[in-house]
């Protein structure tokens, strides 16, 4: 079982909408908490970061939410745009000690349609 | 003004090749990553180069030999390539003491024949 788990796993939205992806983790203790997002054919884009300290980060229309005790995050996309559909990536960083290496999960991959 | 580029972007070969992709990157940084991407989206980890010496290798077979003429470089070279090995290899770079804040490549998807 992966460490770090994401749903949906895939979502279609109409233009305009809202839409909520949710991340659970169980690496723990972790440094931070990170959202990418990956267009297709490109690398990975960082979109939020969070210290296990902060509940909530926003980026524009993206908000990201944080529950350190539940190990639950969540990213918020308002009014969607078509130039949103990509995936999304939950990235945790243990806290090592050393260098972190990062844990992804699988993302979920959005769609957003006219 | 490209951060971290790689090249090529496609790579179609067959079984048995070898074959070289090259990263590059121009943010100062001095660590630098490789991962793997499968078909299942997980980003995995395969080396980590910290100002031209090796701090992190994953279980990764050793026909994967990275490396890392000067810091601002990591090469990905592979020995008698596997079907397995079809993925999209993203490189990544870094400052040491923020490897949590890691920038990454467009990719190179490696289609093994």
């Excluded at chain 2, 601002?72 to 003491?97: K, M, Q, R, T």
């Amino acid at each position: 079982k992966n460490q770090v788990e994401q749903s949906p796993q895939s979502l279609i939205i109409l233009e305009g909408k809202n839409c909520t992806l949710q991340c659970n983790y169980t690496v723990s203790p972790f440094s931070n908490l990170r959202w990418y997002k990956q267009d297709t054919g490109r690398g990975p884009v960082s979109l939020t970061i969070m210290t296990f300290s902060e509940n909530t980060k926003s980026n524009g229309r993206y908000t990201a939410t944080l529950d350190a005790d539940t190990k639950q995050s969540s990213l918020h996309i308002t009014a969607s745009q078509l130039s949103d559909s990509a995936s999304y990536i939950c990235v945790v960083s243990p806290f090592s000690g050393g260098y972190n290496k990062l844990i992804f999960g699988a993302g979920t991959r959005l769609a957003v349609h006219p | 003004d490209t951060a971290v580029s790689q090249t090529p972007k496609y790579l179609v070969t067959q079984m048995g090749n070898d074959k070289s992709i090259k990263c590059e990157q121009n943010l100062g940084h001095d660590t630098m990553y490789w991962y793997k991407q499968d078909s299942k989206k997980f980003l995995k980890i395969m080396f980590s180069y910290n100002n031209k010496e090796l701090i992190i290798n994953e279980t990764v077979p050793n026909r994967f030999s990275p490396k890392s003429p000067d810091k601002a470089h990591l090469n990905l070279h592979i020995n008698s390539l596997e079907l397995g090995d079809s993925a999209v290899y993203f490189c990544a770079s870094s400052h040491p003491d923020r490897a949590y804040e890691q920038y990454f490549g467009p990719g190179t998807r490696l289609t093994v024949t």
